[in-house]
């Protein structure tokens, strides 16, 4: 499975950026879905995951109430909603899908190493 994430600008704080990920090469809607950020010189973090049927999702704490997952299973697309964006939240954002294990729930997921496909990340910068 291959991934383009997409959707990354610049945004002034407390505006708003919906970015989008798009598989293709394989099954699609059997997978989680993870979104990653990694701000410049620092790690990459798990942001939010969605379940293959997308009813069960996780967020990580700075973004929880803020940003939404959801996944379009149709349409073979994952979208990140972000709202009320901070200049923290300035990062390069990654998509990934665990394809190793279909039907898994969102609140397994925890880091990098549980997934296994990754799209190249698209920029998001938010400007104070």
């Known amino acids: 499975v291959q991934l383009q994430a997409s959707g990354g600008r610049l945004v002034q704080t407390a505006g708003s950026l919906r970015l989008s990920c798009t598989p293709s090469?394989?099954?699609?809607?059997?997978?989680?879905m993870g979104w990653f950020r990694q701000p410049k010189g620092q790690q990459r973090d798990l942001i939010a995951v969605?379940?293959?049927?997308?009813?069960?999702?996780k967020y990580e704490y700075s973004v929880k109430g803020r940003f939404i997952v959801s996944r379009d299973n149709a349409k073979t697309t994952v979208y990140l909603q972000m709202n009320n964006l901070k200049p923290e939240d300035t990062a390069v954002h990654y998509c990934?899908?665990?394809?190793?294990?279909?039907?898994?729930?969102?609140?397994?997921?925890?880091?990098?190493?549980?997934?296994?496909?990754w799209g190249q990340g698209t920029e998001v910068t938010v400007s104070s």
């Open positions: 990934a899908a665990d394809i190793r294990r279909p039907w898994y729930r969102a609140s397994y997921y925890d880091s990098e190493s549980d997934f296994g496909s």
């Open positions: 090469g394989g099954t699609f809607d059997r997978y989680a």
């Open positions: 969605i379940n293959w049927s997308g009813v069960e999702t």
